[in-house]
């Protein structure tokens, strides 16, 4: 079935340093959903990338989808506590099914 | 901002018992969802329910599982003899027509199962 991969799994940065986690597929994807999840809460929309090649930001963090709409990364500049916890790249299967990635892990040590 | 709703919080069960998870999703939404997340680890899709039917299932949702939409406005997840291994915490999502606002996720269910 469809699959995303998602690198690194787990990310340790100094408070200050940047951050990127990657999203991958095998398959042209439609779309592609970026989520937070904070330690212990629910996973929270970010942001949904559709065209080739966009690049949206929300403050200091960056998203973007591959020319090949196969990719897709989200780089956070001058990392801060608050962006800890688990970024999921999601992508839709039939019937809107949500494929997730496994996530990559943040901790900023303060 | 509209919320999914989700009840109750933390549930203990004994192993073989019933449970049901509840959710009210957000009112106008039209695509529900189920999810299960065992601690640390990935998010699962258990079922999507659109136009009051199951549209997917994973294979994770056998015969013990069954979701209603009982009253047009609650979504509910029912397990019929629990496991061990069914111990996680459950989201439920709700989702409007297009997608360009994501999935709105409740804050979950703990399910322990002993």
């Known amino acids: 079935g469809q699959q995303v991969m998602q690198i690194p799994q787990y990310q340790h940065v100094q408070e200050g340093e940047d951050f990127t986690t990657y999203c991958n597929s095998s398959t042209t994807l439609s779309n592609i959903q970026w989520y937070k999840q904070r330690p212990g809460g629910h996973p929270v929309f970010l942001i949904q990338l559709v065209k080739s090649g966009e690049v949206k930001k929300q403050k200091r963090l960056t998203f973007q989808f591959g020319e090949a709409k196969k990719n897709s990364s989200l780089h956070i500049t001058a990392t801060q506590t608050t962006d800890v916890g688990t970024y999921f790249c999601?992508?839709?299967?039939?019937?809107?099914?949500?494929?997730w990635g496994l996530g990559t892990s943040l901790a900023v040590n303060p | 901002e509209p919320e999914v709703t989700q009840t109750p919080s933390h549930q203990v069960t004994q192993m073989g018992q019933e449970v049901i998870l509840r959710c009210v999703p957000i009112s106008n939404h039209l695509y529900f969802y189920w999810y299960r997340q065992i601690l640390g680890q990935k998010v699962e899709f258990l079922v999507s329910?659109?136009?009051?039917?199951?549209?997917?299932k994973s294979e994770i949702f056998d015969d013990q599982f069954s979701v209603e939409r009982p009253d047009g406005s609650n979504f509910t997840l029912k397990i019929r003899s629990t496991k061990l291994e069914d111990s996680a915490m459950y989201f439920c999502?709700?989702?409007?027509?297009?997608?360009?606002?994501?999935?709105?996720f409740g804050s979950g269910t703990r399910l322990t199962v002993v």
């Open positions: 999601v992508i839709s299967g039939n019937n809107r099914k949500l494929i």
């Open positions: 999502a709700s989702g409007g027509q297009g997608t360009v606002y994501g999935y709105t």
């Open positions: 329910f659109y136009n009051n039917e199951i549209s997917e």
